[in-house]
């Protein structure tokens, strides 16, 4: 018998792959089964170098994306499991601002950006179309996701 999916872990982990895909970083794979360190993952293809793309911004609003579909499903952020994640984030930020208070206003501002733009209709709803993939086969690969985000982006059937 397959152990049971957390919802919560499939939207978090759809949102960090949505994300990356509107922001042009392509996403390998995506998984909510559990392994020893983690709940699930989105790994991530490589990433096209652009000196004019702000990829510290980017990569906080990815590394943000997974709490922030959690709490708008949920009703509540859920740091503590999503630590790796902030920590990554507060890292980056860190090096942006440069000191501790001004970092942590970027993190602030990075979430509000994160939450908008998950909260579009058409991200949104991959969102949801993703995390139902997951919590029905535990795992999607990168081009299921592009499918399913790009397919999002037309509207609805």
Known sequence: MDPPRDEATAYHEAAHAVMALALGRPVAGVSILPGREFLGACAFGKAVFRPSEDWLEREILIALAGAAAEAR????????????DRTYAEGLALQRAGAARQAQRLLRRMLSKAEHLLGREGAWRAVERLAAELMRLGEISGRTARHLYEECQRGPR
């Open 73 to 84: 499903r949920t009703g509540a952020y859920a740091w503590d499991a999503a630590a790796r």
